[in-house]
């Protein structure tokens, strides 16, 4: 029997130990800010966008919030972020996805500093993360699940990962950060015959493909370790892209839903605002 990791318990400490750098930057005069932009009517957006807030208030973080409505086009939307570009009491700046359907996202998201890109969704940003290079924004959920897996202990080199969704804000820049670790990466995807072949040998298992339980205990490795990042929302529940309850019987660690990879990404939003702080301050 497996067990569900204690995401809660990670965040927690996690937060503690950027609460003290934070204040350990506003004695030296830098107090770190983020611009957030919501453009749509989407519920789970505003919650999250929320949850965003809040958290910056518990760290510190200064925050400032441009929520626009349909009236609005996608040049209002880049011309708030070049502003902000310019701003230099403005170290993050975060585009709430998704926009609404007549913006154009890729003009949006293409127009951010990339030394302001704490999402890491810019094309130079993602460019940096499959060369190598070390210094750049690592994309929020990709990087709460590398906290997760270093938290608790795993060794990723050797290991087969095998991660189902090939989205740019989850799937593709996962697989670079677990190849870096040394990992043999597959992914699956939508075109992909019979996912179960490949997800029957992962070590390492990250579904992130938006499918209500479609990961079940008969796809699962015996004592694989499983990240969950689905957030579907049917009938009034939270449900992962994973069957947890059946593939606890199989696997040696699973990350549950709600309270998992989710809470992890705001966490990793306030780490990159940081990093930008201290990078714009030349720290």
Do not use: W
């Not at 989407?42 to 009236?71: F, H, N, P, T």
Request: glycine fraction near 8%.
């Amino acid at each position: 029997m497996g067990e569900k990791i204690n995401v809660k318990d990670i965040v927690r400490r996690k937060k503690e130990d950027l609460k003290k750098e934070v204040e350990a930057l506003k004695k030296e005069g830098i107090s770190p800010k983020l611009a957030v932009i919501l453009a749509s009517e989407d519920e789970a957006s505003k919650i999250y966008v929320g949850k965003k807030r809040k958290m910056c208030e518990e760290m510190g973080i200064g925050q400032e919030e441009y929520i626009l409505d349909s009236s609005k086009t996608t040049q209002d939307v880049v011309d708030i972020v070049k502003k902000l570009n310019d701003d230099k009491s403005v170290n993050g700046i975060l585009v709430q996805l998704p926009l609404f359907k007549h913006m154009d996202m890729d003009e949006v998201l293409d127009s951010i500093s990339d030394k302001k890109d704490v999402d890491g969704f810019h094309p130079l940003t993602l460019g940096k993360l499959f060369i190598g290079e070390k210094e750049t924004f690592i994309s929020c959920t990709p990087k709460g699940i590398m906290t997760i897996l270093d938290d608790i202990c795993v060794d990723c080199e050797g290991k087969h990962a095998v991660i189902v969704g090939r989205s740019r804000i989850v799937g593709k820049p996962i697989s670079q950060l677990l190849l870096k670790r040394g990992a043999t990466v597959t992914i699956c995807h939508s075109k992909t015959k019979d996912i179960s072949v490949f997800t029957k040998q992962a070590d390492i298992l990250v579904a992130a493909v938006g499918k209500p339980h479609i990961i079940k205990a008969d796809m699962v490795k015996e004592g694989a370790i499983v990240i969950d990042v689905g957030i579907n929302r049917i009938d009034g529940k939270i449900l992962g892209d994973v069957d947890t309850e059946n593939v606890l019987n199989v696997c040696d660690k699973i990350t549950p839903v709600p309270g998992g990879v989710g809470i992890t990404t705001v966490l990793s939003l306030l780490e990159n605002v940081v990093q930008a702080a201290k990078e714009q301050n030349n720290i």
